[in-house]
């Protein structure tokens, strides 16, 4: 099984920042990318930012300049840097690994942290 826990949401005011956390454990064999989700209330799940197992990133168009995906030495640790947040980026912020398990690759869901943009 694999566990994955988000870290770091709060309340900001609109132009400061935050740091997102994102951890993977359990007994797989390699992570194959993580992406960080969002949705806000009524709305659809949006992709944020995408980091693959080659380092290679995604961004969503709303957030291109502005977040930053990134690895920690821990290779199954990802941090998403949000700066300069609007109030549209309020949302449940959810962390996706998509791992393999001895011959199965799933994605793997954690139960999101919460970013509120507010003044």
């Known amino acids: 099984q694999v566990q994955v826990v988000e870290s770091g949401g709060g309340s900001v005011q609109p132009g400061g920042s935050l740091r997102l956390s994102c951890a993977a454990s359990?007994?797989?064999?390699?992570?194959?990318?993580i992406t960080w989700y969002r949705q806000a209330p009524g709305n659809q799940r949006d992709l944020v930012a995408r980091?693959?197992?080659?380092?290679?990133?995604t961004y969503g168009e709303s957030v291109k300049g502005r977040f930053t995906i990134s690895r920690a030495n821990a290779k199954n640790t990802v941090y998403l840097q949000m700066n300069l947040l609007k109030p549209e980026d309020a949302a449940l912020y959810l962390c996706?690994?998509?791992?393999?398990?001895?011959?199965?690759?799933?994605?793997?869901w954690g139960q999101g942290t919460q970013v509120t943009v507010s003044s």
């Open positions: 359990g007994s797989f064999s390699s992570i194959n990318h």
């Open positions: 996706n690994v998509y791992a393999t398990v001895g011959l199965v690759t799933y994605p793997y």
């Open positions: 980091i693959t197992s080659g380092d290679i990133t």
